[in-house]
């Protein structure tokens, strides 16, 4: 199934969360752009830059104590409150700014509670959506959900840097606190259905889980997670990612500086808003090559690194938006074919505690790149450490080539749990045997 099946559409609950997720991502995307804009100016520093990044890229790294609540508390719930929140705190942004007092230190403030309410936005995701839309349209359902995520959100990241340019941050910060109430409201008609529709039908007197009870049964949860994925071929691909987010996280860190020297905070948008073209671009090709061996799918990452190094190089800013772009389509393609295969491979009711736990261990990498990254910049330049980025790509493609293994895997439309070495029925037997809930 694609993106444009029509029978998925006609859903009225994936419509509500894909356009919630839309505005959230929107306003994800406004207050990156210009929280580090902001403090580029006030310090023309990719230190700061890196270490504020850094901040914001937490959920990666934390995602893993959120997957066992995502699974056992109510979504609706937590989706409406992390928008609030965040709504709530961009708005603190604008005020210090009309008074005077916008300055780092109130950056590095609100930082961290911007990411803890975005915290469980990425296994929440990964966790839901097979409970709004039956397993055969998943494909295309992670391909617009994705489109949405990675992609049209490019939009917001390129208007973003022009509205700094024409009106200023305070402005675009006023504007951003609305994405976040949208959000909510939409989120809030979003009707979820149970995990397991078997062991909970309608009418049962099994108790809300309660964040007292999620907390209690966190450990087991956790690792059940870590017990699904050990021995499985998702431990190298894990690795991988590790690798290519930690390139991606010194990218990120210096891309308000690189923007600068081409022309200043409308390139700097620009730059964002063709990362996320390109992600939409292998978005929407993702599910049309589901039907090609995951491995040389992965392997495609090599055309990425190459056009991401003549970005570096490139000496006009519109060679470079268009090649920076470009380096993020195979990404885009694979993403989608991962998340669908993670929801084809994986138990549905262990999907958010898996989702946490891969995408901490691949994730943790990227606020590490990011504070390394802004020193990197200090040291060696902002155009080498742009440059050297690109390896993140390269060793994804290089290390499937070469590893037979990896090279060989099947097509995630006929992806088996087997396939991947893994083995749910097992794991649920050894949790069953120390005494986990089921």
């Not at 024409?166 to 949208?182: E, H, Y």
């Not at 891309?255 to 948008?269: H, I």
């Not at 995408?359 to 440059?387: H, Y």
Request: aromatic letters at 8%; hydrophobic letters at 55%; glycine letters at 10%.
């Amino acid at each position: 199934m694609t993106l444009l099946d029509r029978a998925l559409w006609r859903n009225r609950r994936f419509r509500r969360f894909v356009a919630g997720q839309f505005a959230t991502n929107a306003g994800d995307s406004l207050y990156t752009v210009a929280v580090l804009w902001v403090a580029f100016q006030l310090t023309g520093s990719t230190l700061v830059t890196g270490a504020l990044n850094a901040i914001l890229l937490l959920p990666w790294l934390l995602q893993v104590f959120a997957g066992p609540l995502v699974d056992r508390l109510p979504l609706r719930g937590v989706l409406v409150g992390s928008q609030v929140v965040q709504g709530v705190a961009v708005l603190v942004l604008p005020l210090a700014a009309v008074t005077g007092r916008l300055t780092v230190p109130v950056l590095f403030a609100v930082a961290p509670v911007l990411m803890l309410a975005s915290l469980l936005m990425a296994p929440m995701e990964t966790a839901l959506l097979p409970r709004i839309v039956d397993d055969e349209r998943l494909s295309g359902a992670n391909a617009a959900l994705s489109v949405v995520t990675l992609g049209l959100d490019m939009v917001f990241d390129a208007l973003g840097g022009a509205f700094i340019a024409v009106l200023g941050a305070t402005a675009l910060f006023v504007a951003d606190s609305a994405t976040f109430a949208v959000a909510a409201l939409l989120f809030a008609g979003v009707i979820v259905r149970p995990a397991d529709a078997q062991r909970e039908p309608v009418g049962s007197t099994e108790p809300t889980p309660t964040v007292r009870s999620a907390l209690r049964s966190y450990a087991a949860d956790l690792r059940a997670g870590v017990d699904i994925i050990r021995g499985s071929v998702f431990v190298e691909l894990v690795v991988l990612t590790a690798v290519t987010n930690f390139a991606v996280g010194v990218a990120l860190a210096v891309l308000p500086a690189f923007g600068d020297n081409l022309g200043g905070p409308a390139v700097y948008g620009l730059l964002l808003g063709a990362l996320g073209i390109g992600r939409l671009l292998g978005s929407l090709v993702g599910p049309y090559v589901e039907d090609i061996p995951y491995g040389w799918v992965l392997a495609s990452h090599a055309l990425g690194a190459a056009c991401w190094v003549a970005a570096a190089l490139s000496p006009t800013a519109v060679a470079a938006v268009v090649l920076f772009g470009l380096a993020w389509v195979p990404a885009g393609a694979s993403g989608v074919l991962t998340s669908t295969l993670n929801q084809r491979v994986f138990p549905a009711d262990a999907l958010g505690r898996v989702s946490a736990t891969k995408g901490t261990l691949s994730g943790a990498s990227l606020p590490l790149g990011s504070l390394l990254g802004g020193f990197a910049a200090e040291t060696l330049g902002v155009t080498t450490t742009m440059a050297g980025a690109a390896s993140g790509f390269a060793v994804t493609a290089g290390y499937v080539l070469l590893r037979t293994r990896l090279r060989r895997l099947p097509a995630v439309a006929a992806a088996e749990p087997e396939d991947f070495d893994v083995d749910a029925a097992e794991t649920a037997d050894r949790g069953e045997e120390r005494g986990d809930p089921p």
